[in-house]
Structure formats: structure tokens, C-alpha cells
């Protein structure tokens, strides 16, 4: 076991997996001679060289469109959305043709690639660079989307998404990247998709949160415990598939759900969840659903006060965690 970054874990899964399998490669926007944005890749292009880690022009429908192709031909292609907000371009590519070609051959072609994307705010990124686009895709029957938070999950549900036979969306929080450190093992591994994790035990009431906004939860957590209450904080870690057991066993437990994520709360994610715990725990709840989410505006503000408006804060979630606890 190692301590490391969510990036690190990236980056050391990447690498481990491209040595393994030389059908691994990866493409994108300046993955290659500047190794990323971010740096996941740095040194990639002079381990793996041109044909396993491609630059590739800006433009996002080609990515996604020449992944498909690879992936129809034998190859194991991790595509690269250098921000999540630049994904848009290439959705016909992800939604109509990915997506369904399992269905439209009849089970007969499968679609095995990843589609890495980094995404979220709280980097002063504005409108471009902040971006939560789960909701989007986990509505698309065919796609796998996972949101791990952790260096351990990361390292291990990326590996699994690079040897799934269908097409992954693969969500990283920017903010997450270097401030959030844990142990990974040394070698590659897998975790199952599809399967979420109780990050702490509690019988008060349960948060369901992922990305920046588990660590948030988790924190809140911690303060009002000091005041007896005991919150259950779950980590979906995969979007879709759900894990909808564990999701309705711990609210069953608790009898309360505080639902936190970062985009939009009109039509987020975080309202499919209420909906499944409306529709199949309902005689459990002693209170209301509750959610804690972004504003119905267009885009994050850049400038520090307006985008702490904007995010969920550790504040709005233990104010709310109070108030679901009192009812």
C-alpha cells in the first residue's frame, strides 16, 4: 500500500494498465508532450510513444468518435474531455452510437472504452471550467457513470472501467485531484460497478453524496456528532448502475435522507434518488426528503463570494442535517 493523490491513483492505474495490455491507449487534448492539463499523463509519451498516447485536435466529437472506432476493433481506448464542460460536442457520439450499440446489433458488438472527464467547481473555473454533467449522461440507458472520491476507489473502479466491455463515463473532481490523499495498493485491482460503500456508520439519518461534496458531507458529519447526532454518510461511488440496496437499507435504517450534490438541484441527479426512496421506502421516512444543492442559474461565478453562493458549503450541509435531525 501507497499513500497517494487522486491524481496519483489515476496516473499509476493508467500506466500500470497501458504496461499490462497494449491495447490500452489513450487520447485527447494534450495528453501527450505536456501530459495533461493536470498532469495525470505526464511522461506517458515517452513510455508508450505516439500510437498509445495521442494528441489529438480540439475537438471532442472526433475523440469520442475515433474511440468508438477503436474500440469496434479490438482496442481499449481511454478518451480524454480535458474539462467536463467541453463533453457537449461529442454527446450524439456518447448518447446515439456508444450508448446503444450493444442494443442496435443485438448483443452482437460491444462498445469497451472510457471516457475520463473532469469535472465540478470550487477552482474559480466559472462558466467553462466548473461544470457537473452527471445528470446528463446517467439518464442514458447503455452508459456506465462513476464519481469516486477516493484514491482507493478511483484507482480500483478505473481499472474496472478499462476492462468493461461497455462504454464508462468516468467523472473526477478537479478540487479532489491533489486535496484528498489514501492508501491504494501497489498493484492493479478491481472494484465492482455498481456497488456503493457506507464512509460512516450512523442511525440518525443517511447522506447520500459523491465527489467534493462526500468530503463535505463526511465533515459535517463529524461537527454535529459532537451534539449526539449519528449521520450515515453513503458513497454511491457508481451513478449508474445504482446501488439502490444499499441506498434503501440505510435509509430503512435511519428513516431520513439528506440528499447533497453539487450541480443544479432542479432536475439533478440527487431527484432520481429521492424519487426510488419516494417510490420504495416511502412508509420508512419520518421526515421529508431533503436536498442540498446549486442554484437554478445558468453557469458557477468566477469570483470567490459568488461561487462559495453557488457550492454547497460544510455550513448548508450541517445546517440541514440539523434540521432533518429535529423533525
Known sequence: MAE?????????????????????????????????VFRVTADFLEEFGEERVVDTPLAELAIVGVGIGMAANGLLPVCEIQFADFIHPAFDQIVSEAARIRYRSNNHWSCPMVIRAPYGGGIHGALYHSQSIEAFFAHVPGLKVLAPSTPYDTAGLLYSAIHDPDPVIFLEHKKLYRLVKGEVPDKLF????????????????????????????????ERVAADGIEVEVLDPRSLTPLDEELLLDSVKKTSKLLIIYEDNEFGGYGAEIAAIVADKAFMDLDAPIKRVAGPMVPAMPYNGPQQDWFMPSVDDIEDAIRELADF
Not at 11 to 16: I, P, Q, S
Not at 210 to 218: E, T, V
Request: charged share 30%.
Open 4 to 36: 497517494k493523490t487522486n491524481l496519483q491513483a489515476i496516473h499509476d492505474t493508467l500506466w500500470a494498465a497501458m504496461k499490462e495490455d497494449e491495447r490500452v491507449l489513450i487520447m485527447g487534448e494534450d495528453v501527450g508532450a505536456k501530459g495533461g
Open 190 to 221: 478491481k472494484l465492482p460497478i455498481g456497488k456503493g460503500e457506507i464512509k460512516r456508520e450512523g442511525r440518525d439519518l443517511t447522506i447520500f453524496a459523491y465527489g467534493l461534496m462526500l468530503h463535505q458531507a463526511l465533515e459535517a458529519a
